[in-house]
């Protein structure tokens, strides 16, 4: 079977890289992911400056999946656009950044150095970081995303894509759908961020189980395949000419099945990425790879977004 997806100028031989946050804060880390089966990979999402982040423990392995409110640590963008500059982008895995500033203008700030260092890796705006005290997520409003994008475009000529956060109302998807649409130079999203401010109870200690925000954060992992299908598969259908990358619950060939199924160019995968390293790329690589052999499915669009309705 072949695996391989090309996309907006990238080619990978797999549709499998990790989810931003996960394994991709220093250049070791990176490294790693590059070194392992990923068919990609995507950096930290970045600010300006670097961020220590919030206090620890600010990630927790839960029941079924996860719940972090990392704070947004990162080594500042510089950092990576000089690991963006080093890396070796004709060795066959595309290498993503995300970009997740404190402020519009540090947004536009960011984009305008990756602009000028004119590097051939594609940039991903995150829309939806819901672990910073104090700021809400600008994905969850229209009208902030509709003007972000509006400046940003006016910043960033090339092609881009979003980190968006999980809806869930057909409202929502049709609006932040429209909006999308009315920037072509956007090219993909990725649906789904965590989904924000969940609680995890220890019941033994009786605690929450990490120290930010009273113990509130992003849940990830099994919990959240349902919603994030859910999202991939209405903006596939709802977006004109872009391409939608899965994310979340992604722990074995069945759930890349199933975001490609739901219309997915490629998957990431974090939770299960944070807990099993990189080891599991070839894992749900190989198992995927199997699905398809048994389903009699040649290449990803044999079957990418032809779930089937009743
Ligand atoms: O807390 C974080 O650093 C974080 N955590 C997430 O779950 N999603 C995000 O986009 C971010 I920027």
């Not at 881009?160 to 130079?185: C, I, Q, R, T």
Request: hydrophobic letters at 40%; one cysteine or more; aromatic letters at 8%.
């Amino acid at each position: 079977v072949d695996l391989s997806v090309s996309w907006l100028g990238v080619n990978m031989e797999n549709p499998l890289y990790n989810a931003s946050g996960v394994m991709c804060r220093s250049r070791e880390e990176l490294d790693a992911v590059a070194a392992s089966a990923a068919g990609a990979l995507i950096t930290k999402s970045c600010t300006l400056l670097p961020r220590e982040g919030n206090p620890e423990p600010r990630y927790a392995k839960a029941p079924h999946g996860s719940i972090n409110s990392m704070g947004l640590p990162n080594a500042g963008y510089q950092y990576y656009l000089d690991y963006a500059k080093a890396y070796d982008h004709q060795g066959g895995k595309p290498l993503f950044v995300s970009v997740s500033g404190m402020s519009l203008e540090d947004n536009l700030e960011m984009l305008a150095a990756f602009r000028d260092a004119d590097l051939p890796c594609l940039v991903e705006l995150n829309l939806s970081c819901p672990n910073l005290p104090g700021k809400p997520q600008i994905g969850y409003d229209f009208e902030a995303s509709s003007h972000v994008l509006s400046e940003v475009v006016k910043v960033y000529h090339k092609p881009f894509g979003v980190k968006l956060p999980p809806y869930f109302d057909p409202v929502h998807f049709a609006e932040m759908a429209s909006v999308l649409n009315s920037f072509p130079s956007l090219k993909y999203v990725t649906c789904i961020n965590s989904v924000g401010n969940g609680l995890v109870i220890d019941l033994d200690s009786e605690s929450v189980v990490i120290k930010p925000k009273g113990g509130l954060g992003g849940i990830g992992g099994d919990y959240v395949l349902p919603t994030a299908l859910a999202n991939v598969r209405e903006f596939y259908r709802l977006l004109d000419d872009k391409h939608v990358i899965g994310c979340g619950g992604v722990k074995s060939g069945r759930e890349a099945f199933m975001h490609i199924l739901a219309g997915a160019t490629a998957v990431q995968v974090g939770t299960c990425l944070y807990e099993e390293g990189a080891a599991c790329f070839a894992r749900i690589r190989d198992e995927l790879a199997a699905l398809m052999q048994e389903k009699g499915y040649a290449t990803l669009a044999d079957f990418r977004g032809k779930l089937k309705t009743m």
